[in-house]
Nanobody, 124 residues
């Protein structure tokens, strides 16, 4: 079993920055690719960003590239999502997830373990 815990969400004003963290425990491995997804009210969950086990390659949603940055601290099994210039439409529950196997992808069906999410609310 793998446990993923997201922290760092909260209420911020538009234009602010926020850092989310995802700490993994249990049967984790430093070779896992990891990703962030989000789900806004009334919308389907969408891909945000992913990072390879080495941390050297990243994927981003085209609409978020430039404002969001994914990184990892392998020694501590932590994944980060740095968000800047936040907009009201970034309001969502943000989830981290682990890729099943070795596929490095933005496709949700390739992720097997998910955290419970952390709420990010951006006010105008």
């Amino acid at each position: 079993q793998v446990q993923l815990l997201e922290t760092g969400g909260g209420l911020v004003q538009a234009g602010a920055s926020l850092r989310l963290s995802c700490t993994s425990s249990g049967r984790t491995s430093s070779i896992d690719h990891m990703g962030w997804f989000r789900q806004a009210p009334g919308k389907e969950r969408e891909f945000v960003a992913a990072i390879t086990s080495s941390g050297q390659s990243t994927l981003y949603s085209d609409s978020l590239r430039g404002r969001f940055t994914i990184s990892r601290e392998r020694s501590k099994n932590i994944i980060y999502l740095d968000m800047s210039s936040l907009k009201v439409e970034d309001t969502a529950i943000y989830y981290c997830a682990r890729v099943r196997g070795y596929e490095f992808t933005r496709r949700e069906e390739f992720y097997d373990y998910w955290g419970q999410g952390t709420q990010v609310t951006v006010s105008s």
